[in-house]
T-cell receptor, first 113, second 115 residues
Framework: DTAVSQTPKYLVTQMGNDKSIKCEQN?????MYWYKQDSKKFLKIMFS???????INETVPNRFSPKSPDKAHLNLHINSLELGDSAVYFC????????????FGPGTRLTVL | AQKVTQAQTEISVVEKEDVTLDCVYE???????LFWYKQPPSGELVFLIR??????QNEISGRYSWNFQKSTSSFNFTITASQVVDSAVYFC????????????FGQGTRLTINP
């Protein structure tokens, strides 16, 4: 059973398009995250949700809009895609707001042409 | 601001050698957590260890060991008798609490174990 899953695994699209990445966790966690890994492998947090409420919002362009329909899901919608958005996006989850292990999804490789 | 530095960008060793990956961190918090994650060529992020700031005991798990020294703000990772399957990018991370836990990652060290 997959703990944290993301769809799609690969996403290739043209500049200017709008796309979404979905994330689901079956661990019963109440906190979920989106991280971005750039071409140099640098990982940086983008957003965090706890019980469907936005808790962390790093300096991310407002073209990126996360949505959490319930505790088990955190989706990422990106409008007007740009070349610089090409990266691997990781979803993660953890229990509570305290410092616990974060379980990561397999990642979604987004390529903007 | 929190910061994690992994000065070694790439390391290449021959199988069975021991190898140490360095991690130095900066934080003003008195309570914090440190993590190591492994990212194999398949791309997923695999949790290896979490250590809190009050526990400076070294930890050993099989061929893996971790040395945490608050005096030097370091949390180094050693692989003993390395194997080809250890080839991966390894990330050190520091937790920061901003209403929720936020992991601040180092730049990663790409470890290549040659047969």
């Amino acid at each position: 059973d997959t703990a944290v899953s993301q769809t799609p695994k690969y996403l290739v699209t043209q500049m200017g398009n709008d796309k979404s990445i979905k994330c689901e966790q079956n661990l019963g966690h109440d906190t979920m995250y989106w991280y971005k890994q750039d071409s140099k492998k640098f990982l940086k947090i983008m957003f965090s949700y706890n019980n469907k409420e936005l808790i962390i919002n790093e300096t991310v362009p407002n073209r990126f809009s996360p949505k959490s329909p319930d505790k088990a899901h955190l989706n990422l919608h990106i409008n007007s895609l740009e070349l610089g958005d090409s990266a691997v996006y990781f979803c993660a989850s953890s229990q509570g707001l305290a410092i616990y292990e974060q379980f990561f999804g397999p990642g979604t490789r987004l390529t903007v042409l | 601001a929190q910061k994690v530095t992994q000065a070694q960008t790439e390391i290449s060793v021959v199988e069975k050698e021991d190898v140490t990956l360095d991690c130095v961190y900066e934080t003003r918090d008195t309570t914090y957590y440190l993590f190591w994650y492994k990212q194999p060529p398949s791309g997923e992020l695999v949790f290896l260890i979490r250590r809190n700031s009050f526990d400076e005991q070294n930890e050993i798990s099989g061929r893996y060991s971790w040395n945490f020294q608050k005096s030097t703000s370091s949390f180094n990772f050693t692989i003993t008798a390395s194997q080809v399957v250890d080839s991966a990018v390894y990330f050190c991370a520091l937790s920061e609490f901003q209403g929720a836990q936020k992991l601040v990652f180092g730049q990663g060290t790409r470890l290549t174990i040659n047969p």
